[in-house]
């Protein structure tokens, strides 16, 4: 049994979701941080939470894919990385924006993967 193939255009914005966001975002950091009331050091720290959640989703992911296959985890990333950006959005401080992007980043490895 054969399945369909996912439309291209789907392909296409899963795989580009985790970099637009924060491509989207570097900009705004001074405002972010205005908002958040936190200092723009603080605010930098998203950019090094960012890179440590690719890297720890590669680590997770890679292992659940290869024994549970594909579909399953890109769901489960896709439905993680919704979540979590719906907490981003709605973040405190910046400490629970971090936390919240954090998760946000290790599901957009398993989007990536």
């Known amino acids: 049994m054969t399945s369909a193939k996912p439309p291209i255009w789907l392909l296409v914005l899963i795989t580009i979701s985790g970099t637009l966001a924060m491509h989207m975002f570097v900009p705004a950091l001074p405002f972010a941080a205005i908002a958040l009331g936190a200092s723009t050091a603080a605010m930098q720290l998203t950019t090094s939470v960012y890179i440590l959640g690719l890297a720890g989703g590669q680590l997770l992911y890679g292992p659940l894919s290869d024994a549970l296959g594909r579909k399953p985890i890109l769901l489960l990333g896709l439905t993680v990385y919704t979540l979590a950006g719906v907490a981003v959005a709605f973040a405190?401080?910046?400490?629970r924006w971090c936390l919240h992007a954090c998760f946000?980043?290790?599901?957009?490895v398993r989007v990536w993967l």
Not at 92 to 95: C, G
């Open 92 to 95: 405190p401080n910046v400490l």
């Open 104 to 108: 946000r980043r290790l599901a957009v």
